[in-house]
């Protein structure tokens, strides 16, 4: 009872919080409630006893909201003057689609009960988790974080004003 | 329903710690004031009461009456989120924080994680209210202090890792255990310890806007940065944030690298927890009294160029130190 109450007043905490970063005209106030999202989705991580996650996702992404923000008011001229405009033509296909991504998850946690459990009762331990990052999977693990270095490593490339001589 | 119950010890334990924790940040500004006083060679606060005692009621008397403006121009409902949810970050960090053996609000077994996740949440509110006031310094100012958390948290986090893999728990209350009998991580890994403790001290500080990290709010380039469009209690808040903030780095720091409640010999209890971390948080202030801030340039190439590698290089000679002995 307790975990359904809890489950329900946290989803629609993430649900309105999602909701309003596609409806809100203001990009600023967009960022506030993709954070709010954000924070929703930990709070849902700790009532599934994953305390582990939860910390890291507010560390992780809360940071990354934040340069998300920094690059949105730098990179935008007058923020406060732009108004995001909402288009309707494309209703029916976003419509479609986001019921299609739902249904595609909505089966593979159906269909792959076993492995949905397993993986839920591994996170809850902090040494499991642990373990199974730096042990186990440490290969797939590290070529990740080579991902992140090739993009990082992109961005300064970009970014980098290209000497004329 | 006993003490037992997770939910009354919680309630309990939180207004008791909540509200000491807010009466010695009230008169941290009285011995801040006096302090610096003294260091100029002048008395500070001394009319109000004995010693000048009865200041911080007075102060926060004097802001309950002042009238409360908000600009025509600015984002009402963040701008007035903004102060509460300050307090609210700074506050919610204390939860996790052992004072004395078993004196805790909630020992969560990633305790240090929940702590440092809400130091780092502070940044919301601050960039909030920036951003809604609609000003240009108070602009600036978020967005100085946003730059400045997210640079600082990741020399924080390694600075922390220490403590972690030294006690093998992110329990802070298993990290003042394993540091029991005199065994401070501070001192222990001899050279690693008092170097990630300074570290964290360091980062800690940038974290919470303090001298000489304070660029978000510099006076002399930017009126007050992000508090600059506040009145009265609204204003009080911010201030209050960043004192209540300042002590449970204090308290953070104690715990993680100072033993906590670790005495001389058998005498382990609160008091010595008071002594250290009040002895840290009177040396924050001994600090912004002492030295003047740093450009904002010099700021994020110290973080850069300077802590990251530090850090980095503390936790692999910390990792060495606990695989060889």
């Not at chain 2, 003490?3 to 500004?29: C, E, K, Q, R």
Request: proline share 4%.
């Amino acid at each position: 009872m307790m975990l359904w109450l809890g489950f329900s007043l946290i989803s629609l905490v993430i649900l309105n919080g999602a909701l309003n970063v596609v409806k809100s005209d203001d990009l600023v106030h967009t960022v506030f409630w993709l954070a709010l999202t954000l924070l929703g989705t930990a709070a849902l991580f700790v009532h599934l006893d994953a305390e582990f996650l939860a910390a890291v996702q507010v560390l992780l992404y809360t940071g990354g909201v934040v340069t998300l923000m920094l690059f949105g008011v730098m990179l935008t001229r007058r923020v406060s003057e732009v108004r995001i405009v909402h288009g309707t033509a494309n209703k029916v296909r976003a419509i479609a689609s986001a019921l299609a991504v739902f249904g595609a998850i909505v089966l593979a946690v159906v269909r792959d009960k076993q492995t949905a459990h397993a993986v839920a009762t591994d996170l809850a331990d902090t040494e499991a988790l642990g373990i199974m990052v730096f042990q186990d999977m440490v290969l797939p693990f590290e070529l990740l974080s080579l991902l992140l270095l090739a993009a990082m490593v992109g961005a300064i490339a970009l970014a980098r004003k290209v000497d004329p001589s | 329903m006993s003490f037992d119950n997770p939910w009354i010890h919680g309630l309990v334990m939180g207004l008791i710690l909540a509200n000491v924790a807010l009466v010695i940040t009230g008169y941290s500004i009285w011995f801040e004031r006096k302090f610096a006083g003294r260091m100029q060679n002048r008395p500070g606060p001394s009319v109000v009461g004995p010693w000048g005692l009865l200041q911080p009621l007075a102060d926060a008397l004097k802001l309950l009456q002042k009238e409360d403006i908000v600009p025509r121009s600015a984002d009402r409902a963040l701008f007035n989120l903004a102060p509460p949810l300050t307090v609210f970050c700074a506050l919610s960090a204390l939860a996790v924080v052992p004072v004395g053996p078993g004196v805790i609000v909630a020992d969560l077994h990633i305790g240090i994680l929940f702590a440092l996740a809400m130091g780092s949440l502070t940044v919301f509110p601050v960039w909030m209210a920036g951003w809604a006031s609609n000003t240009k310094y108070a602009l600036l100012g978020a967005m100085r202090s946003a730059a400045q958390s997210i640079s600082y948290e990741i020399p924080l986090l390694l600075s922390a890792t220490v403590p972690i893999i030294l006690a093998d728990s992110f329990r802070i209350t298993d990290i003042v255990n394993a540091q029991l009998g005199g065994k401070w991580f501070a001192l222990w890994p001899p050279g690693p310890g008092i170097a990630a403790f300074a570290l964290f001290f360091l980062c800690s500080l940038a974290e919470a806007n303090r001298i000489p990290f304070d660029i978000p709010e510099a006076e002399s380039e930017l009126v007050s940065g992000v508090s600059t469009e506040y009145t009265g209690m609204k204003w009080g808040l911010f201030q209050l944030a960043e004192y209540l903030h300042t002590f449970i780095i204090s308290l953070v720091a104690t715990t993680l690298f100072l033993g906590g409640w670790d005495g001389p010999g058998d005498n382990d209890g609160i008091i010595w927890m008071a002594i250290k971390s009040l002895t840290l948080f009177a040396g924050i202030f001994w600090i912004r009294w002492s030295f003047m801030r740093y450009r904002a340039d010099q700021l994020m190439a110290i973080c850069w160029k300077f802590f990251l590698p530090l850090g980095l290089v503390l936790v692999m000679l910390t990792a060495l130190w606990v695989h060889l002995i």
